[in-house]
């Protein structure tokens, strides 16, 4: 993968500089977008993005979000409301590609928190494709008690050395992600009857032991979007991509060759 980027934003009434790297053929066509996750960032993709989009033949761009990896950091004191990944999809998302000059429908991969972008991105923007890792369209206990168990080792263990690797500013990260998931507001945020109107080719794919929510995520998911295929992976956890790489390239390779048109 290139070196990272930046590039400024101006959204919110804010100038956010957002970091960014592209892999693959600058001629390749289509581009895929990768949506990270809730503690996501550029770097925590690893080489992921490069493989993928060797074996489909893809043009890669990946990005971190605000508060994300070396983008602009939460400001002092700011929270992330209820509605923070719809503004992230409707919003930073689209303000991003045309700042980048992308002009036609790209391909979202998104995981987890991005799944969910990606998801309200594809229900009200033009997408070619998406693929969706671990996403959200409810909020689960499963997910609130892993969530729970995150501030822990946050607190008392390691995972705040770990993440400051990936972020320039691990609190922005951590607690930006953290709270909102925790807020009692944010119970009962749902998205279901949001992505009913996704009209692109749609496949969700979950670890068959994610710990951050059940099947039921993609399931919910192929009940509303009937165009929705399913992968349900065994010994998988939250990140399919990282747990079992190959059968999500697989899968990946499968479905973009046969909707690329």
Do not use: K
């Amino acid at each position: 993968m290139s070196g990272a980027s930046f590039v400024d934003l101006e959204t919110g009434g804010r100038t956010l500089r957002i970091e960014h790297r592209w892999t693959g053929d600058e001629a390749a066509a289509p581009l895929l977008v990768f949506l990270h996750e809730g503690l996501g960032s550029v770097s925590m993709w690893r080489d992921f993005p490069d493989r993928l989009c060797a074996a489909t033949g893809c043009r890669g761009l990946v990005y971190s979000r605000p508060g994300y990896g070396r983008s602009t950091p939460r400001a002092a004191g700011e929270h992330w409301a209820p509605d923070f990944m719809h503004r992230q999809a409707f919003e930073l998302l689209p303000a991003l590609l045309r700042a980048l000059g992308v002009t036609t429908p790209p391909w979202l991969l998104g995981h987890s928190d991005g799944g969910s972008i990606a998801l309200l991105h594809a229900a009200r923007f033009p997408v070619a494709g998406c693929v969706v890792m671990a996403p959200h369209i409810l909020v689960e206990p499963v997910s609130v008690a892993s969530i729970e168990q995150a501030r822990r080792a946050y607190l008392e263990g390691d995972l705040r050395a770990r993440l400051a690797r990936h972020h320039a500013d691990p609190d922005s990260a951590f607690w930006g992600w953290n709270d909102i998931w925790l807020d009692p507001a944010f119970r009962g945020w749902n998205i279901e009857a949001e992505i009913a109107t996704i009209s692109a080719p749609l496949l969700a794919i979950q670890g068959l032991d994610d710990e951050y929510g059940t099947l039921e995520q993609i399931r919910g998911i192929a009940r509303r979007v009937p165009q929705t295929e399913l992968l349900e992976l065994p010994r998988c956890g939250h990140s399919p991509h990282r747990d079992q790489p190959a059968a999500v390239i697989a899968a990946a390779v499968d479905f973009l060759r046969r909707h690329r048109g």
